[in-house]
């Protein structure tokens, strides 16, 4: 009598699956960068101080991402200033989230109804069931996703140049869930990476999500 091979391969290619799926998760962020720059050569030991736009004086948000901007501009030799006044640097930065909706291709999801493995699945053998075995890809379909365009833009002015920009660099993190506060960090280690890069630049700059 034959054996019934079909429960062990449905495992095995659900096994298959489930790993092929775990691989494929990201485990990082990645951020598109736009730099100009005319960084002065006696910038760094400088002084700067951040600058609120407009309607930003007493918004804590902006408070608490100006000072994660702080912690990530040490790398343009930078001092911040203890008065406003004494700062050569005037640093000001926007930022924005706004949804969008967007299609995106994927693989049907499959299922495992039955010895046959559902529709997406064919087969042909030998007489005892097994052996030569073929199997069909799920179709692509086209799905909608909502996407939250997460940027960053900073803004550097020079006050010994007439309050002339130096430095303006934009970092875009597109993501699926509405969660600004926590991709803020990478942002603002995105606009400082490299700094000040060349003028023009467009990077794709990626972290590991801890």
Do not use: H
């Amino acid at each position: 009598m034959g054996v019934n091979r079909w429960p062990m391969l449905g495992r095995f290619c659900a096994g298959l699956l489930a790993l092929l799926m775990l691989a494929g998760c990201a485990s990082s962020i990645s951020a598109r960068v736009t730099t100009y720059e005319k960084w002065p050569e006696d910038a760094p030991g400088q002084k700067y101080t951040v600058a609120p736009m407009a309607g930003q004086d007493s918004n804590l948000e902006y408070q608490s991402f100006a000072d994660m901007i702080r912690a990530s501009i040490g790398r343009t030799g930078l001092v911040e200033a203890g008065n406003p006044s004494e700062a050569r640097f005037v640093v000001s930065f926007s930022y924005d989230n706004p949804m969008s909706q967007s299609w995106v291709q994927q693989f049907a999801e499959p299922y495992f109804p039955g010895p046959f493995f559902g529709p997406w699945a064919g087969y042909y053998g030998g007489p005892y069931g097994f052996g030569g075995g073929m199997f069909y890809s799920p179709p692509v379909i086209n799905t909608p996703v909502t996407t939250f365009k997460n940027s960053l833009t900073v803004i550097i002015k020079d006050n010994e140049l007439d309050g002339a920009e130096v430095y303006r660099s934009t970092a875009v993190v597109i993501t699926e869930s509405d969660n600004l506060p926590a991709v803020m960090p990478y942002l603002t280690n995105a606009i400082f990476d490299g700094f000040p890069a060349n003028n023009g630049s467009v990077r794709d700059i990626s972290y590991t999500i801890d």
